[in-house]
């Protein structure tokens, strides 16, 4: 089945600076990317996608770049605000058979620090 | 949240009881799951169900179980036989088409005492 990691596990930055998390699968197949953010004590928030016939996707202060070829995605976040401050992970959609399942990464705890 | 509602938000359950955790989805979603968030850890997938009376199983479905009696319920029993049971629970939903994007409830904590 789908594989996916997470990196970091943890990341503190100062308010205004850019933010990077990174995210490999190992499935090929995969077609489908979501990132999610999750507030203390809350469900995920769905904040941006991208498919796998797409290179780079961007809304507003974020972006998401896909790499098929290495297998890897990146979610970026500029500019960052104190209420950036959470936990993100990544996902993976497998594409055949009964896959049709989120596989997610263990997650990454944004601090913002202002 | 966005039409998906899971009660009760807290629940407490002392060992070897039954319990049962509601979802419900206003958003006309074919498709519902269950997954387990256990602290520091990302979520792994008990249940999910892409059409009614129909469900299979996720990574992690034993001493769980389901039902898919209507399209806008999908309740999730935690029975006496899952043995670490105290978890953060989430309810999701989603179409069957190209986007298969995942919307997620607000979740339930059940604690066993």
């Known amino acids: 089945g789908e594989n996916v990691e997470q990196h970091p596990s943890t990341l503190s930055v100062q308010e205004g600076d850019s933010a990077v998390i990174k995210c490999t699968y190992s499935?090929?197949?995969?077609?489908?990317f979501p990132w999610y953010k999750q507030e203390l004590g809350k469900g995920p928030q769905l904040i941006i996608d991208?498919?796998?016939?797409?290179g780079e996707k961007k809304d507003q202060r974020i972006a998401v770049t896909l790499n098929k070829t290495a297998k890897h995605f990146s979610l970026h976040i500029t500019e960052t605000q104190p209420e950036d401050s959470a936990v993100y992970f990544c996902?993976?959609?497998?594409?055949?058979?009964?896959?049709?399942?989120?596989?997610f990464g263990s997650g990454t705890q944004l601090t913002v620090l202002p | 949240d966005g039409g998906i509602t899971q009660s009760p938000k807290y629940l407490f359950r002392k060992e070897g009881q039954n319990v049962t955790l509601s979802c419900e989805q206003n958003?006309?979603?074919?498709?519902m799951y269950w997954y387990r968030q256990d602290p520091g850890q990302g979520l792994r997938l008990i249940y999910y169900?892409?059409?009614?009376?129909?469900?299979q199983k996720g990574d992690i479905a034993e001493g769980y179980s389901v039902s898919r009696e209507k399209k806008e319920s999908f309740p999730l029993t935690v029975t006496s036989a899952q043995k670490n049971p105290t978890a953060f629970y989430l309810c999701?939903?989603?179409?069957?088409?190209?986007?298969?994007?995942?919307?997620f409830g607000p979740g339930t904590r059940l604690t066993v005492l």
């Open positions: 999701a939903s989603s179409t069957l088409g190209l986007t298969d994007t995942q919307y």
């Open positions: 499935d090929s197949a995969s077609n489908y």
């Open positions: 991208i498919r796998s016939n797409v």
């Open positions: 996902a993976a959609l497998g594409a055949s058979g009964s896959a049709r399942q989120l596989t």
């Open positions: 958003l006309n979603h074919d498709a």
């Open positions: 169900s892409q059409i009614v009376n129909d469900f």
